[in-house]
């Protein structure tokens, strides 16, 4: 079976920085399109960020200038760079794959989520 594990969450001030991985693991053949995603409370989930298998970004108005996706293709991870963290970027961040297993396409495969908190 296939995971998406994400880590590098956590508690941080408004300014800080964190930095997420999100790795894939289990029986697969490729992963094309990684993202990151969020959820705050009783809100719908929406993108932050995307990169393709050869690095071309994607990222939410909201988000430019201080985030950065970026992949390790051989250790099948993804990851993000947040600086500059302010409050309104509190929620869980999800890990998103479009992936190639033996057993058939999965276009749109989840990770269990990571709490990202911005708080003084």
């Known amino acids: 079976q296939v995971q998406l594990v994400e880590s590098g969450g956590g508690l941080v001030q408004p300014g800080g920085s964190l930095r997420l991985s999100c790795a894939a693991s289990?029986?697969?053949?490729?992963?094309?399109?990684m993202g990151w995603y969020r959820q705050a409370p009783g809100k719908q989930r929406d993108l932050v960020a995307t990169?393709?298998?050869?690095?071309?970004?994607n990222y939410a108005d909201s988000v430019k200038g201080r985030f950065a996706i970026s992949r390790d293709n051989e250790k099948n991870t993804v990851y993000l760079q947040m600086n500059s963290l302010k409050p309104e970027d509190t929620a869980v961040y999800y890990c998103?794959?479009?992936?190639?297993?033996?057993?058939?396409?999965?276009?749109?495969?989840w990770g269990q989520g990571t709490q990202v908190t911005v708080s003084s």
């Open positions: 990169i393709t298998r050869r690095g071309n970004t």
């Open positions: 289990g029986r697969l053949s490729v992963i094309y399109t």
């Open positions: 998103n794959a479009d992936l190639e297993t033996p057993y058939g396409r999965r276009p749109d495969y």
